[in-house]
């Protein structure tokens, strides 16, 4: 009877080959088999193209496709056979890794197929190596403070309403507002009419070669810029200057 095999979940960063965590990097050498997500818009998977070298044999990797149906009922079918097959080589004693474009638990579809695998087989031994997420690559990017003393930080994807998220900015300092899409336009409108824009920055697929970065968003333009790997970094006021402040 076979040993039941390790399952790691890798979070790989947000593009740039290299950002993934020495830890992860070293385990996942060590996987006899590694699943790459590829969108079914792509030919190409954007979490194995973020690897630093081609160290380990393309005999390991494994493709699956994905595609982001709205249809839960097809979804949940989707990673029930995801998981299925990713058992079937735990089952024969293989260690298995799973990467992931960011960080593993940051909107990531490898949740929901750890959940998946973990129903099939209770007593599976795992691991989940965190990542850097796109937002934090574009904070860098741009020398966007993410979070200053007791400032209130929300992460959360586009609402399709701008009126909800007008009371989003509202009721938080700083927003790290997510799979923007087609919703730019929107966006763009509402900061100008918030007086604010000067405040925010927008990337999208932050170290990649198709990097898109902007910090004057007047010269953004949403035709160019809209997608499902776009981020905007919202603040509500200005940062304040603390190390200008007179001590008396």
């Known amino acids: 009877m076979n040993v039941l095999g390790k399952f790691y979940g890798i ?3 947000p593009g740039e080959p290299g950002l993934i965590s020495v830890v992860g990097w070293e385990q996942l050498k060590l996987c006899q088999v590694i699943y790459t997500p590829r969108a079914r818009s792509l030919d190409y998977s954007v979490a194995r193209r973020c690897l630093p070298t081609q160290e ?3 005999e390991r990797f494994r493709e699956i496709e994905f595609n982001m149906d709205p249809d839960r009922a097809i979804l949940t079918e989707h990673y029930a056979a995801l998981a299925a097959t990713i058992a079937d080589d735990l089952k024969a004693g293989h ?7 960011g960080d593993a638990f940051t909107y990531s579809t490898y949740s929901y197929t750890l959940s998946a695998i973990k129903d099939l087989l209770p007593n599976l031994t795992h691991r989940t190596f965190p990542g850097i997420t796109s937002y934090c ?3 860098s990017a741009t020398g966007f403070s993410l979070g200053v003393g007791k400032e209130s930080v929300l992460i ?3 609402p399709d309403q701008i009126d909800e998220l007008a009371r989003v900015i509202q009721n938080h300092d700083v927003i790290v507002l997510m799979k923007i899409g087609k919703r730019l336009p929107g966006v763009l409108g509402l900061l100008d009419k918030l007086d604010i824009s000067e405040h925010c920055v927008f990337g999208r697929r932050v170290g990649m070669p198709e990097e898109l970065i902007c910090t004057d968003l007047t010269q953004l333009e949403p035709s160019e810029a809209n997608g499902y790997l776009s981020i905007m970094l919202i603040r509500k006021a200005p940062l304040a200057q603390r190390h200008r402040e007179i001590v008396s």
């Open 137 to 139: 690559a574009l904070a």
């Open 56 to 58: 380990i044999p393309t």
């Open 95 to 101: 260690d298995v890794a799973y990467l992931t474009l």
């Open 156 to 158: 959360l994807p586009c």
């Open 11 to 13: 979070g790989v960063g």
